[in-house]
């Protein structure tokens, strides 16, 4: 493809909209509609695209043929909650791209992930049995995310990612997302990392102990393996970790004599050998090391280093590592192959050292 006719199909893709209005909660404590209305079309280019959205939107996952096929993803209990090892991540939803010094890739998403595209994904993931994801509020304000539910006929259950460092207002976020039907809920990554840092780690108990208060499977997220270390440390028993693990055997990570804790929080730097939006596993052998001796279950995220790793060596890195359960962005044409090479990557590290959740 010559450079011209490469801008006129990313510049055709402008046309494609955006659709973006908030949701209300039910009384049964799922997402409503919400106002009706938005711009018209629903970016789905191709006829095939257009069979495949009706056929998932048609698609009873209760039909015993539907239901047997979605069995055959391995899954493991976190709190009450029965939950597929491959998860589904919101980045590519929220559009919070790493995409390192890709200035296009953020607008790109955007574009191509409509209101239609992330119902069809989400419907495909429940297909192939991948049956939660994490969701924040603002996605229910940045698609009629509850249509999902009530004209899709989706079951997928979410877990919270409260995201937010002031913890006098932590209570109020997260009662947010549980009005919108959260099945779960966490303490969100950039929370724990930055009250450590600033030597208020006491937070992310009051945090954790908020969440456990509302009566739904509560969670501890991290960037940094020091804050799951304390919470280990004082004696915190949530019912799942949500931490990062992946290697740094990849061109765009940087020399770890550089890493430092908060330089995620940090203005990214242009020195290709520092941080620039490009790792988010400090140290993934001692993470492991780590990880091994607790049992808590474990949600591993980032395990592709934001698309630096190819998902087959990702995967299985982070499952014989100790991760119980793989939280991955998934554009809708990615489903499949990662569904199969989750499948794959769980039987093959059957003989890993730390336990698995069950």
Known sequence: MNPMSRR?????LGAWPLLGLASRSSAEGKPDAGPAGGPAGDGLATEADRKECARLKALDLADPKTAAFRKEMPAAKIGRLSVGRLICGSNLISVNMHARDLAYVRTLAARYNTEERVFLTMKKCEELGANTIVLKSHNFRQ???????????????WIADVITTDIDRFGAVLEEHLNL??????????AADTWYHQKKPGHIIKAFEMIKAAGVPAGIGAHRLEPIAFCVKEGLVPDFYMLTLHHDRYWSAHPRENRRFIEMYEKDSPNHAEYHD???CHDPEATIAFMESVKVPWIAFKVLAAGAIPPKDGFDYAFRGGADFLCVGMFDFQVEEDVRLVRKAVEDARGRKRPWAV
């Open 8 to 12: 006129a199909v990313l510049g055709s």
């Open 143 to 157: 698609y009629r995310l509850a249509r999902y539910w009530t004209d899709w006929g989706g079951r997928m259950q």
């Open 278 to 280: 490009n790792l988010f």
């Open 181 to 190: 039907g959260a099945s779960a809920a966490y303490v969100w990554g950039g």
